[in-house]
């Protein structure tokens, strides 16, 4: 099977990190990582992601804009919002934006394993 790919927006390294680590076990590829949604939507032109974990603070453009950009971008855009914000309030609204799934941080690799399985066979 071919490794599906993923794109991580996080403007944390420490969280890049994990998840480009977590992920390469569920053999996932990290193609591109981000630092802020505007970074975000020029990489996901170019790469065209399986998926992407997407933050929702962020520097120059947050989360939920990001989400709304790369959704007009590509109706079928698989994106995971991973987030510390964990009110309930906002995992709606960045699914009312387009988000397919949303995990707390802080995660464990299983949370990131579940979520992101649970994305790729619901499509």
Do not use: W
């Not at 403007?11 to 981000?34: L, Q, Y």
Request: aromatic fraction near 4%; include cysteine; hydrophobic fraction near 45%.
């Amino acid at each position: 099977m071919a490794k599906r790919t993923l794109m991580v927006v996080d403007d944390s390294n420490v969280i890049r990190n994990r998840i480009t680590r977590g992920s390469a076990r569920m053999d996932f590829e990290v193609v591109a990582a981000a630092t802020n949604g505007l970074e975000a939507i020029d990489l996901y032109k170019q790469h065209r992601p399986d998926v992407v974990t997407m933050d929702l603070t962020m520097p120059k453009m947050d989360g939920l804009e990001c989400i709304s950009a790369l959704t007009e971008l590509d109706d079928n855009a698989n994106i995971l919002v991973i987030s510390a914000l964990s009110d309930k309030a906002t995992g709606i609204k960045a699914l009312q934006y387009g988000a397919r799934g949303f995990i707390c941080k802080p995660f464990t690799d299983e949370d990131l394993f579940e979520a992101l399985e649970e994305m790729l066979e619901g499509n």
